[in-house]
RNA sequence: GGGUUCAUAGCUCAGUUGGUUAGAGCGCUUGCUUGACAUGCAAGAGGUCGUUAGUUCGAGUCUAAUUGGACCCACCA
C-alpha cells in the first residue's frame, strides 16, 4: 500500500537471498584480481555503534564497488576477543548476578563464565553488522580466539622469543590498580589534573664537617607524588647546579623511614624547575627508574597490586595509595619536614579501560624489543609501501614509530591468550615452546608451570590480516589475497593496531599486511562532542535502521564528509538521506507509470479507465492485492514479466475500478483533504516490486501486427507473454533491448530512434558522473562519490530528465515515447549500479522490478560497475542543451517575480536569436518545465506588440509573456534593474581583466577567450535589458 | 614543550592540481498538491571564504605571521 520508500519490508528479506545465492563469497581465483579487507573487528560482546556503521558502511561500498568492478573481493569478518575489556564486563556481571569474585571461582571458572558470556553474545553484532548490509564473507568468519588464531598467535611468539625479539624483565611498567595487570604505553591516556607540588625537607646527614654549603642542613625536594617518598633511594641535583655543588656525594636521611640515601648528580634533572633537587624513587617512576640504573641505587617497591602501601612502606603498610599520601603529608608537617605545598597542574595518566590513576610499576613482564621491528615498519611508511591517507596520519605514525618503546605485552588477567612460556619448577629454566613440554630440558624435572599470564589483546590483533588467513600454514587465501588492498579504520587506534600490524606483517610475511590505511573520522553528536556511554549521547545506529533504513543510515554517514575528518551526527541527516531513497524510489515508481501511460494510449477509453489504476503504488510488502491483474498471479523473479491488466477485463471488476478512479478524482480537488488524499493513493492500483511487473495492456488487444513501427516494437505488441511455465521465453521487451549507440538507439529488429536533445543531454551527464564517481571510488573517497551520484541522481535525472522526458512520454508518437522510455531505462540502471556500494538495499529492490537487457544479472550486486562510455558523451550538444536549460530557468523566473503562480499557463513568445532548429525542437520541453500554455516563434525583438509585456533575456532566445494587469512597473523595473546590474558587474569584471596585459600575456589561452566570449555575451545581454527596460517607459 | 588540524551562508559541511557569477543539505521567505515523489516541485534571500601581510596576470585554494577552537604526542619531579 506504501507508495513510499519503506525499506524495514525488503532489506532482510534481499539480504537473506544474497547470502543464499552466496554472492558473498571470495576464494582463490587465478581468472580475477584479488581485492581484500580485512574488518576490524569488533568486540566480541560489543554492540553496534555508530563509529562501526561508519567503518563498516564505508567498507561494504568500497567491497562492493570492487566487486562491481569485476575484482575477486574479500571482505574478512571476525571479532576480537578484548582481553581487558571483556574481563572487566564479566567480572561485574558475575559479581551482579553472582555474589562472586573471580578469586572466588578461580581461573577455570572465570573462563568458564567468559566463554558462556561470548557464546551469547559473539553473534550479536555479527548479526547487527548484517542488517548494515555488510558484504562480508561469513563464511570465514574469525575471532581473535579461536583455535586457528591461537595457533598463529603462538608461532609469533615462540619465533620472537627464538629471534631474540621478545625477552622478560624487570621493568617499569604502567600499572592500573584497579585491574590489576600492566598495561602498555598504548593503553594509558594522559589527562591534565589540578593537583599540588609538595616541597619537604631532607635532612643532611651531619657527618661532623661544615664546609661550603657549611649551612646546609636540609635539601628541600618537591614532589607530586609523597607517598612515594617511602620508596626513594636517593636525591639527585643537576651536576651544574651551583647550589647544590657541594652536597653532591652526601648523604641524606629519608624522613619517616630514616634510611640514608645519597644525594647524586645526574642531568635529567631541570635546576630551573621546583628546587632544583628531586627525589628519586626507582620503583615507582620511569624517570627515577633509568636514573636508578645509571647510579646503581636500589628499587624500593613500597606499593602492592592492588594499590595499597606495602609492609616496606612501614607505618602507612595497608592504605590506599590515596591515604597514604594524606598520611604521609601529615606526619611531614607534624614533623616539621613540610615546607610549602604549591598549587601545580600535571599529567595523570590514567588507564583506558577503567579510568584510574595509572601506578608506574616495577614488574616483571613480557617485552617485545621493538628498535629492529621498527626499522622496516618506518621504511613501508616511507616509501608508501603502506599509504596513509589522509596524509598528516603518516607523520603521526612516523613520530611514534621512529621513537617507539619496548612493547609490554603480559597482562595478569585470565581472558585472553595465555603465554606459551614455561618455568621449571625445580631447576626455574625459562622455557618457551609451541607446547607444554613434559620435562624440563635443562634438568629433567617434570614439575613444569605455564606462566600465568595472558597476552595484550593487541598482540593478536597485530596478526590479524594473516591469521585470518591460515597463518602461519601456507595456505592458497594466504599468498592470494595477502597483502590485503585497504584497511579502513579510525585514527584513533593508528598505535594500538595500525602500527602494530604494519611490522608484524614485515616481520611475519616478509611483506605490509595492506597497501593503504583509510582512516575514517570519529562520529561525534551534534555539538561535537564523543558519543559515549557515560554522556548518554550516543545514537543507536539500529533504531536509525529500524526507523529509516540501512540505506539511509549508510549515506548520511557516508556522503559529504571528507575522509578522516570528524562528523557530527544529528537525526536529520538520517531524514535527509531518506528522503534521497525516496525520492530514487520514486524515480522508479515514475518508469512503471510511464510504461503504464504508453500502454494506455494504445487502449479504448474504456481500458484506459480502468488501467489507469496502474498509475499508483509500488508495494514493497505485500504482494499484488488491488491491482486488476492480481489474478494472473504468475509472475517469474528472474524474468521480466508483462502484465497486462486489460487481459481480463470483466465488466464488473471494471466498473468497480472506474468507480474507484471517480471517487479518487473528486477527492483530488479538495485541496485540503489529507484523508481524501490518502484515500485516492488508495484507488491507484499497486505493483509489487517482490513480483517486478510490467504492464502491458496490449497483448490480447493488439492485432499482430506484420508492419512493424517503432511504438509497435516498443510496446512489445507482437511479443509472446512471459510466464512459468514458459522459462525459456527469451522475450525481453523490446525497447530495453536497444542499444544506445552514437546519436541514436537502434533495437533489435534494427529499429532506430533519434537521441533526443534531452537524451544526449543526460546520457552526457551519467557519463560524467560515472567518471567522477568513479575516481573518487577508486580513491576510497565514498563521501565525494556520494556528493556525485546525489546530485546527478536528484538534481540531473530526476529534476531535469524526467520532467523532460514527459513530453514525449505523453505524446501520441510511439516512436518518442518508446526511445525516451528506453534511454530512461538505461539511465536509472546506470544510476542503480552507481549507487548500489552506497544504497545496496534499495537499489536491489528496484533493480528486481525493472524489464532486464540482454546481459543485465538478476541481482544488481553482480552488474558491472557501469564505465565511462566516450560514444555516449555528446558534449557540444549538452553545452547547447544547457542553454536550453538556460532559457527555462529564466523564465520561470520571470514567472516567480511576477507573481504568476504556477497553476497559471500563459502563453510565451520566444524570439530565438540563435540555434533556432534547438529551440524549436525542444519547445515541448520549454512548454512543459516553465508550466506554460501556447508557445509562439515570433520575428520582432521588441516582443509581441499590443499587450503589455514582460521578457527574459537568454543567450538562445529572449521569452516573452504578457503580463497585462498583472505587471507591477515597480517590481518589474527592480527585476530589470537586478538583471542589468549583474550583467554591468560580469562586464566590468572581464573586461578588467581582458585589459590587463598581464593577464593576456600570462593566462592560459582557454581562460582568456572564456573571458572574452563571456563579455560579449554580456553585451548583449546588457543591450536587451536595457530596451526592454525603455519599453516599459522606465530608466534607469 | 613539540606536532597536527580546523575556521567558507543562521546551523552542519563540500570545494580535487590556483582560472566562469564560491556550492549542497537543513533552516528561512514566496508560490504551487503539476499524472513519480508534500519524504515533493519552482523561485528567492543569505557569504568582503577568521585576521593581516605576501607570492601571482589571477588566491577560498600557495607562503608567512596572527587570533580562536579541537586533537595527538612528550619523562619535567
Known sequence: MEKNYGPSGFEGKIYAEWLDKKYFRAAPNPDKKPFAIMMPPP???????????????????IVRYKRMRGF????????????????????????????????????????????????????????????????CDWDRLAFTMDAPRAKAVTDVFVRLYRDGRLYKGDRIVNWCVACKTAISDAEVEYETRQSSLWHIKYPVKNDGRGQGAEKAEYITVATTRPETMLGDTAVAVSPDDKRYRDLIGKTLILPLANREIPIVADAYVDKAFGTGAVKVTPAHDPNDFEMGARHNLPVIRVMNDDGTMNERAG??????????????????????FLVKIQKHTHNAGHCYRCGSVIEPIVSRQWFVRMKELAAPAVKAVEDKTVKLTPKRFEKIYLHWMRNVKDWCVSRQLWWGHRIPAYTCGECGELIVDYAKPDTCPKCGGAAIEQDPDVLDTWFSSALWPFSTLGFPDKTPELAYFYPTDVLVTAYDIIFFWVARMVFSGLYNMGEVPFKRVAFTGLVRDVQGRKMSKSLGNGIDPLELIDKYGADSLRFSLLNGTAAGGDMRFGPERVVSARNFMNKIWNAARFFHNAQCTMHNSQLSVGERSDNAECNGHFSLSEPVTDCPSKERGHFSLSQPVIDCPSKENSPAKKEKSVGEQSAG??????KDNAECRMQNAECNGHFSLSQPVIDCPSKENSPAKKEKSVGEVLSGSNSQMPNEKDPDNAFQFSIFNFQLSDKECRSE????????????WILTRLNDTVKRASAFLDNYDAGLACAVIYDFIWGELCDWYIELVKPALYSDDAGEKGGALAVLARVLKSALKLLHPIAPFVTEEIWRSLPKAPGDPESVMTAAYPEYDKKLVFRGDAERFDKVRELIRGVRNLRAELNVPQNKRPRLFIFCKKEEKLVRRCLPYIRTLTFSGEADFIADAAGPQGRRTSVCVSDLADAYIYTDELIDLEKESARLQKEIENAEREIK????????????????????????????????????????LARLGLRE
Open 989 to 1028: 569584471r572581464c573586461e578588467g581583466k581582458l585589459a590587463d596585459k598581464g593577464f593576456i600575456a600570462n593566462a592560459p589561452k582557454a581562460v582568456a577567450a572564456a573571458e572574452k566570449e563571456k563579455s560579449e555575451r554580456y553585451r548583449v545581454r546588457l543591450a536587451e535589458l536595457r530596451a526592454s
Open 43 to 61: 568486540n566480541v560482546t560489543g554492540q553496534l555503534h555508530m563509529g562501526h556503521a561508519l567503518n563498516n558502511a564505508l567498507q561494504d561500498c
Open 665 to 670: 478524482k473528486a477527492c483530488r480537488a479538495d
Open 749 to 760: 529488429q534494427n529499429e532506430t530512434y533519434k537521441l533526443s536533445p534531452a537524451d544526449k
Open 315 to 336: 607505618a602507612f603498610a595497608g592504605l590506599t595509595r590515596e591515604a597514604a599520601r594524606e598520611a604521609v603529608v601529615a606526619a611531614l608537617k607534624e614533623r616539621g
Open 72 to 135: 575477486e573481493a574479500l571482505w574478512m569478518p571476525g571479532t576480537d576477543h578484548a582481553s581487558i575489556a571483556t574481563e572487566v564486563k564479566v567480572a561485574e556481571k558475575m559479581r551482579a548476578d553472582e555474589g562472586l569474585t573471580k578469586a572466588d571461582v578461580g581461573r577455570e571458572g572465570f573462563l568458564e563464565r567468559a566463554w558462556a558470556w561470548t557464546a551469547q553474545y559473539g553473534g550479536r553484532i555479527v548479526e547487527q553488522l548484517k542488517r548494515l548490509g555488510c558484504s
